[in-house]
Nanobody
């Protein structure tokens, strides 16, 4: 059974940092592209960053230079380091795993709130 469990969300002040984690199980983690998406209230879910099993990492323009996605295949975990957070980064952040077939799995999401 595939599971993606996000953690690390919370309330942070503007300019602060958070590190999200997504622990994966039930599939061959190292062969899957791992991504972080986010969804703000009233908005569509959008890609934040993608780290494929091989190849280049992709970032949305709105997080370039502030967020870093990384993965630890030995721990079956993907991370999202978020620095210089802004109020507009407030959203539920979701972890996604996508296999070579294109099938996608999602985590349950973790809330990130940036507010003073």
């Amino acid at each position: 059974q595939v599971q993606l469990v996000e953690s690390g969300g919370g309330l942070v002040q503007p300019g602060g940092s958070l590190r999200l984690s997504c622990a994966a199980s039930g599939f061959t983690f190292s062969t899957y592209a791992m991504s972080w998406y986010r969804q703000a209230p009233g908005k569509e879910r959008e890609l934040v960053a993608r780290r494929p099993s091989i190849g280049a990492t992709t970032y949305a323009d709105f997080v370039k230079g502030r967020f870093t996605i990384s993965r630890d295949n030995a721990k079956n975990t993907v991370y999202l380091q978020m620095n210089s957070l802004k109020s507009e980064d407030t959203a539920v952040y979701y972890c996604q795993a996508m296999g070579r077939s294109g099938y996608r799995y999602w985590g349950q999401g973790t809330q990130v709130t940036v507010s003073s």
